[in-house]
């Protein structure tokens, strides 16, 4: 005999259950990434699409995740390729309906970061993400992003710089002169 035939079956139950559960991580990390809801829904859809049609070409069970973030990736890179067209800072607009006032001032913060993680050019905005927002190792960022560790490490590190840079009015006056320590994800 050649193998258990359920073996196929549950890896892909599994496959679909990740694909389901990875609905909402795969929304904001697109959201972070184009700051438009209908075009960040528009590509987890084309994700998921692509992840339930293709599945056949996951070796790994256990690196779905990166592989869902890699077609992802991919979708956007696509979306670009066939709109050709740079979107400026000016022309986004941040939507969060949820801001009950005792929390504006922290909706402000989150504002104030958003604006800056959108004036960073793609790549470092897709590394930091990943990365500082959602917690991938730098080997799986490479891998998702079909680009050297190095290549990671280097946009992690022009990225936060830029946002250093951007954000520096948003911390108090007392630490303005203390080291500022970012939080390494290896």
């Known amino acids: 005999m050649a193998g258990n035939p359920f073996t196929g079956i549950s890896q892909r139950r599994a496959l679909k259950k990740l694909v389901g559960n990875s ?10 990434w184009t700051h438009n809801p209908h075009l960040a829904d528009d590509l987890v859809q084309q ?21 869902l973030f890699r077609i992802l990736s991919n979708c956007l890179k696509d979306y670009y390729r ?28 989150v504002d104030k970061v958003r604006r800056a993680v959108s004036q ?9 993400t990943l990365v500082d927002l959602e917690g991938f190792t730098y080997a799986t960022v490479a891998e998702t992003l079909e680009v050297p560790v190095g290549t990671v490490m280097s946009r992690l590190c022009r990225g936060r710089r830029a946002l250093r840079e951007l954000l520096v009015d948003v911390r108090p006056q007392q630490q ?6 970012l939080k390494r994800v290896k």
């Open 23 to 32: 609905r909402d991580r795969l929304y904001r990390m697109a959201y972070a």
């Open 47 to 67: 994700t998921l699409y692509k992840a339930l049609n293709n599945q056949k070409q996951l070796k790994d069970v256990g690196a779905a995740e990166a592989w």
């Open 120 to 128: 960073l050019p793609l790549p470092q905005c897709q590394v930091i």
């Open 176 to 181: 303005l002169n203390k080291a500022t320590n």
């Open 82 to 109: 066939a709109k050709r067209e740079v979107l400026s800072a000016e022309e986004l607009v941040i939507v969060n309906n949820r801001t009950p006032e005792h929390e504006s001032e922290e909706q402000q913060l």
